[in-house]
């Protein structure tokens, strides 16, 4: 019993470092000022028009979608989905607290590139340990279920309503929205697995950790010998 609450323990903990990674990618994106992901676009977009920070309306919408897909589902909400829905937003805002857009159109593509990697690994790092699918990924998975489309088609949908949306609302739409869009599929094929097998490794290492002093049961007489239990 102890030894599955560590594993859950650690599966929890390597799915925020995941989205303290993501975050950080989403940032980097951000403050490279080349445009940014369709989601940012609308998040970005609702702050110059309405206020409050970029991390804030990322809950809120966040916490908007969570709400549709339980209608749709008639479920309540998964913890994963409450936990990535909020520190999400915070990390953003954290990060952009110290992270400022390089002086120089060089140093801007740099940061676009390395952002986009870096948020794939946190992809990667937060699907992998499988505690549960974020605010937006639910909606995706509840709208094909419910209209039998597939999933990159529903996808495509939403991520272009939500692109237009924010763009209309002056969020920023510019040659890092055509690379993250064009990329994140195929940068997160290559970060998931490599995800997946470290976590796998790191929670079999806790399991060995954990059974590293049981061996045969065995039981005390009281001559004081010790002899396996039959």
Not at 109 to 130: D, Q, S, T
Not at 140 to 148: K, N, R, V
């Amino acid at each position: 019993m102890g030894t599955n609450k560590r594993i859950l323990g650690r599966r929890w903990l390597i799915f925020i470092v995941g989205l303290l990674i993501m975050s950080l990618g989403i940032v980097l994106m951000i403050e490279a000022n080349l445009g940014v992901a369709p989601w940012d676009v609308l998040h970005i977009g609702l702050t110059k028009q309405v206020g409050l920070t970029v991390g804030s309306w990322s809950i809120i919408v966040g916490f908007c979608i969570i709400s549709i897909t339980s209608l749709l589902t008639k479920e309540l909400p998964k913890l994963g989905a409450f936990i990535n829905m909020v520190l999400v937003g915070v990390f953003i805002d954290i990060f952009r607290l110290f992270i400022e857009t390089p002086a120089t159109t060089v140093g801007q593509y740099v940061m676009l590139l390395v952002g986009v990697i870096v948020c794939g690994y946190g992809i990667g790092l937060y699907i992998a340990p499988k505690c549960g699918a974020g605010p937006r990924d639910s909606l995706m998975i509840a709208i094909t279920e419910l209209s039998g489309w597939k999933v990159q088609h529903v996808r495509l949908v939403m991520e272009i309503i939500v692109l237009i949306i924010g763009w209309q609302l002056g969020g920023p739409v510019f040659i890092g929205t055509v690379i993250f869009s064009l990329t994140i599929g195929n940068v997160v094929g290559y970060t998931l697995p490599q995800c997946q097998t470290l976590v796998d490794r790191m929670i079999e290492r806790g399991i060995q950790i954990e059974n590293i002093d049981k061996g045969t049961l065995r039981v005390n007489n009281h001559d004081g010998v010790s002899k396996e239990a039959r």
